[in-house]
T-cell receptor, first 111, second 112 residues
Framework: SQQGEEDPQALSIQEGENATMNCSYKTSINNLQWYRQNSGRGLVHLILIRSNEREKHSGRLRVTLDTSKKSSSLLITASRAADTASYFCAPEGAGSYQLTFGKGTKLSVIP | SQTIHQWPATLVQPVGSPLSLECTVEGTSNPNLYWYRQAAGRGLQLLFYSIGIDQISSEVPQNLSASRPQDRQFILSSKKLLLSDSGFYLC???????????FGPGTRLLVL
């Protein structure tokens, strides 16, 4: 199965700054999903980007996908304290049948 | 709208005791169902997934088992818990096998 690796493992920023998290994967994909997990809670789906898309927006979220580099990035603009959470990517590998989550990026937004 | 429930929310069990965690989904039919475990500081590990009643696949050899007695009910069990079974257990469902997954609130299990 295809597993994404998020980078950095932890990120601490001031409220109002932008936060960028990266995801790398190893084989070709059909789609790639991003999820958020607040401490002690379940994961929440944020956005899905298809392999033929290069960029996608949802509110303050911007996701990019570079299939040639096998990487994706999640940008959160004008961060808020409520954005403090762990963020996971889940690449959907071509021919795979399950999502595989990495260890995530733990984002701390300091008020 | 669809909702997913897990219980209990927290559980403290002695080593060697049995385990039963329950997950139910409302508002949808024939969902794909998943059990994950998240150990402290680690990513999510897929334990079991089910694409239908009597269709359960295990991803990791362990002393856990899963059952799906009803279309929207998924149960995670163990006959004898180990210390290493401690963790945060998440149930999820999806419409498609590789579609968006919707997670429950989780069960925090501590084995002492």
């Amino acid at each position: 199965s295809q597993q994404g690796e998020e980078d950095p493992q932890a990120l601490s920023i001031q409220e109002g700054e932008n936060a960028t998290m990266n995801c790398s994967y190893k084989t070709s994909i059909n789609n790639l999903q991003w999820y958020r997990q607040n401490s002690g809670r379940g994961l929440v789906h944020l956005i899905l980007i298809r392999s033929n898309e290069r960029e996608k927006h949802s509110g303050r979220l911007r996701v990019t996908l570079d299939t040639s580099k096998k990487s994706s990035s999640l940008l959160i603009t004008a961060s808020r304290a409520a954005d403090t959470a762990s963020y996971f990517c889940a690449p959907e590998g071509a021919g795979s049948y399950q999502l595989t989550f990495g260890k995530g990026t733990k984002l701390s937004v300091i008020p | 709208s669809q909702t997913i429930h897990q219980w209990p929310a927290t559980l403290v069990q002695p080593v060697g005791s049995p385990l039963s965690l329950e997950c139910t989904v409302e508002g949808t039919s024939n969902p794909n169902l998943y059990w994950y475990r998240q150990a402290a500081g680690r990513g999510l590990q897929l334990l079991f997934y089910s694409i239908g009643i009597d269709q359960i696949s295990s991803e990791v050899p362990q002393n856990l088992s899963a059952s799906r007695p009803q279309d929207r009910q998924f149960i995670l069990s163990s006959k004898k818990l180990l210390l290493s079974d401690s963790g945060f257990y998440l149930c999820a469902w999806s419409v498609k096998v590789l579609g968006t997954q919707y997670f429950g609130p989780g069960t925090r299990l501590l084995v002492l």
